[in-house]
T-cell receptor, first 112, second 115 residues
Framework: GDSVTQMEGPVTLSEEAFLTINCTYTATGYPSLFWYVQYPGEGLQLLLKATKADDKGSNKGFEATYRKETTSFHLEKGSVQVSDSAVYFCALSDPGAQKLVFGQGTRLTINP | EAGVVQSPRYKIIEKKQPVAFWCNPISGHNTLYWYLQNLGQGPELLIRYENEEAVDDSQLPKDRFSAERLKGVDSTLKIQPAELGDSAVYLC?????????????FGPGTRLTVL
């Protein structure tokens, strides 16, 4: 079945550091790919998405590129802020199943 | 615009007791989802509704879990009887349409503790 694997956390960085959170997926079809973020005490929010190969999703300084050849959707940000501290979830949605399949989440802490 | 509303936010019960969670989706969203999120894990789909029809309930443990979405708007998820292993966060989400491209909007969740 479809699955998503994220790099294990927690990840702790200093403010203004470069961030990469790795995400790889397994899917039978051509899924859409998403990054969701969960800030402390809040619900999951969509951060960015990409619907086909080589698409780049971007939002709030975060970027991720849909790489079909490596089945990856790594999340990057050039300069993180304390306010980026949250749990980040990579997810896919297979057109056939029409449901989100999530990775296990990566907790990110940014220190000032 | 109001987001997805869930209640209660927290619930503590003893095992073998029944419990119910309520969800009100974003107005106009015809697709509604219930997810289960165990500690340190990503959410897993329990059931998906399109309007009032449950179109994917393959992951719902039907011996103790039930759900309904009367009139295709609000939804209730019930557990009877609850077990210790049911302690988790129950998330409700909604979307407009059923395309895999469509964004799902999540509520804050109900954190259930079974003692």
């Amino acid at each position: 079945g479809d699955s998503v694997t994220q790099m294990e956390g927690p990840v702790t960085l200093s403010e203004e550091a470069f961030l990469t959170i790795n995400c790889t997926y397994t899917a039978t079809g051509y899924p859409s790919l998403f990054w969701y973020v969960q800030y402390p005490g809040e619900g999951l929010q969509l951060l960015l998405k990409a619907t086909k190969a080589d698409d780049k999703g971007s939002n709030k300084g975060f970027e991720a590129t849909y790489r079909k050849e490596t089945t990856s959707f790594h999340l990057e940000k050039g300069s993180v802020q304390v306010s980026d501290s949250a749990v980040y979830f990579c997810a896919l949605s297979d057109p056939g199943a029409q449901k989100l399949v999530f990775g296990q989440g990566t907790r990110l802490t940014i220190n000032p | 615009e109001a987001g997805v509303v869930q209640s209660p936010r927290y619930k503590i019960i003893e095992k073998k007791q029944p419990v119910a969670f309520w969800c009100n989706p974003i107005s106009g969203h015809n697709t509604l989802y219930w997810y289960l999120q165990n500690l340190g894990q990503g959410p897993e789909l329990l059931i998906r509704y399109e309007n009032e029809e449950a179109v994917d309930d393959s992951q719902l443990p039907k011996d103790r879990f039930s759900a309904e979405r009367l009139k295709g708007v609000d939804s209730t998820l019930k557990i009877q009887p609850a077990e210790l292993g049911d302690s988790a966060v129950y998330l409700c989400a909604s979307s407009y349409g059923r395309s895999s491209y469509n964004e799902q909007f999540f509520g804050p969740g109900t954190r259930l503790t079974v003692l």
